[in-house]
């Protein structure tokens, strides 16, 4: 039997969100607060498994006696705090943001980008045809996932996965300053020639589809991803004693991808290379296998 750590109660504090009383555990954030009161926040980099980095800016809410807004993602939730999420100021800034990004990069494949863009009335193109971009070719230089940086928001989400947070590899950075700030491997090597694990845990929080196994990515190119067929099925991995948990995204009977549930006390989303990518066993069954 395994021991399950118990810790003590946490006090409640109260506080209001557009007018309405709150009460959540002390400790809490800002977004949590936000989300006991029914209220939708658009997010990119925050992770529910990770420390918050405040880097994309587009859930900014108005504390009242604030001189600024204040990412919700990270700001504590504080006794008598008055939040506003829909102020016209932050309204504004959500939208100057989603502006910035999507005229930048491509969000084709970050969930939600589209209703948030129309929800807001963000125009994008309004910077012209020239605005700068960091288009770039996809990196495949392995058989397990690709980089696609051409949709990178650096959100930091990966190397605080891939560094102290999670896997301690240290594989990829930042490397740049400013608008040509990119993830880079040491060097810029590739893949295989870096300290990569393969975990894969980077993939598991990328936001916006930067990063994704290399099955989806041909999926997509071919026009067959497909995901409201997908099915979703949650199992063990077989591959050692930890216990890790897996869940199976299925499309046509054919597994094609892996991820694990953020809320396990185990893994807490993250896997190894086995329990990421060694799914090919259970589905090449050969002529004489039946």
């Given amino acids: 039997m395994s021991a399950v750590p118990l810790q003590p ?12 009383e709150v009460r959540v555990p002390e400790g809490a954030t800002v977004l949590d607060a936000c989300a006991a009161a029914g209220k939708d926040i658009p997010t990119l980099c925050h992770g529910d498994t990770l420390t918050p980095k405040n880097a994309c800016r587009v859930c900014v809410v108005e504390v009242e006696g604030s001189r600024t807004l204040a990412p919700a993602c990270s700001r504590r939730a504080e006794p008598g705090m008055v939040v506003g999420t829909a ?4 309204r504004h800034s959500r939208k ?11 969000l084709s494949t970050t969930p939600r980008a589209a209703e948030w863009i129309g929800e807001y009335g963000a125009r994008p193109d309004r910077f012209g045809p020239e605005a700068a971009t960091v288009a770039q070719p996809p990196k495949v230089d392995n058989d397990l996932y690709v980089r696609d940086y051409a949709k990178c928001i650096l959100c930091y989400k990966c190397v605080d996965a891939c560094g102290e947070q999670w896997q301690n590899t240290f594989a990829i950075a930042v490397a740049g300053r400013g608008f040509d700030a990119v993830i880079s491997t040491e060097h ?5 020639d870096s300290a990569c694990v393969y975990c894969g845990n980077c993939v598991e929080v990328c936001p916006t589809g930067a990063l994704s196994f290399k ?7 071919a026009g067959e991803w497909d995901e409201p067929r997908q099915t979703q099925t949650t199992t063990i991995c077989s591959y050692c004693g930890v216990g890790c948990n897996l869940t199976l ?8 991808k892996v991820s694990s549930p953020h809320d396990n006390p185990v893994t807490r989303g993250n896997l190894c290379i086995k329990g990421r990518f060694g799914y090919q066993h259970v589905q090449n069954v050969g002529p004489s296998d039946g």
């Fill in 215 to 221: 099955s989806e990515f041909d999926m997509r190119a």
């Fill in 188 to 192: 810029d090597a590739p893949l295989t």
């Fill in 87 to 90: 102020t016209e100021r932050a």
């Fill in 96 to 106: 100057v943001v989603l502006e910035l990004l999507a005229s930048s990069t491509d």
């Fill in 249 to 256: 995204h299925v499309q046509d009977n054919r597994i094609v």
């Fill in 9 to 20: 109660p946490r006090r409640l504090i109260e506080m209001t969100v557009d007018g309405q």
